[in-house]
C-alpha cells in the first residue's frame, strides 16, 4: 500500500515539521518513506509545504501531484492543492483560516479549527500537532500511542518543555469530533 500527503501552508506553521513526523513514524514502522520539502526564501509567512509518500514498496520519485491526503493551514494552499487530491481521498483544512468550503464531492473533507483550538487551549503554534491528531484519526495510518511515541523521542532534552505541549496537541486533534 502506498500513501502519498501534502501538507501545505505559510512558513512558520509547522509544515515541514508535520511532514517529517509521518515520514519518522514510517520509517520506524519498517515502511519506504519520502520527505521532500519546498518552501520560498522567506523565513517565516512564504509558502511551505512538503510531500510525503508512505509505502510498502520502493519509492520511485518523491514528488507527490495527487495526494491521498492534502492538510491545506492557509486559503492559497487551499486554493492551489484542493482539486489534486485523489478520488476518495482526504483533505484537512484548518478552519480557522480557511472559510472555504469544497465542493467536491468525491473526497473526505474535514474542517478542523486547529488554530482556534491552539489559541483556546494556551498551545499557539500546535496547530500543526492538533491536525496531525485528526490525519491520524481519520486514516489510521499509525496506532495513535506509537505515533505519539516516535514524535516524543524527537524531541530533544533542551525542548523538553514541548512534550506536555505536543502531547495536549495530538490529543485535541484525535479526540476532535468534525
Request: aromatic share 8%; glycine share 10%; proline share 4%.
Amino acid at each position: 500500500m502506498t500513501t502519498a500527503m501534502l501538507f501545505a501552508g505559510f512558513g512558520g506553521q509547522g509544515i515541514l515539521f508535520s511532514g517529517k513526523q509521518m515520514a519518522k513514524s514510517a520509517m520506524y514502522a519498517g515502511k519506504n518513506v519520502s520527505w521532500l520539502p519546498s518552501y520560498g526564501p522567506e523565513m517565516r509567512g512564504g509558502a511551505a509545504n512538503c510531500s510525503v509518500i508512505i509505502s510498502d514498496e520502493e519509492v520511485g520519485s518523491p514528488l507527490v501531484t495527487s495526494p491521498d491526503v492534502l492538510v491545506a493551514m492557509n486559503l492559497p494552499s487551499y486554493d492551489k492543492f484542493e482539486t489534486s487530491v485523489k478520488a476518495g481521498g482526504y483533505l484537512i483544512v484548518d478552519s480557522s483560516l480557511i472559510n472555504k468550503k469544497s465542493e467536491r464531492t468525491d473526497i473526505n473533507v474535514c474542517y478542523i479549527p486547529a488554530t482556534a483550538l491552539a489559541s483556546e487551549n494556551h498551545i499557539e503554534g500546535m496547530a500543526n500537532v492538533i491536525v496531525l491528531g485528526q490525519l491520524l484519526k481519520l486514516t489510521g495510518l499509525f496506532d495513535y500511542d506509537t505515533f505519539l511515541a516516535d514524535m516524543l523521542r524527537g524531541i530533544p532534552e533542551s525542548k523538553a518543555a514541548l512534550i506536555e505541549k505536543n502531547k495536549k496537541a495530538l490529543e485535541l486533534g484525535y479526540n476532535y469530533n468534525a
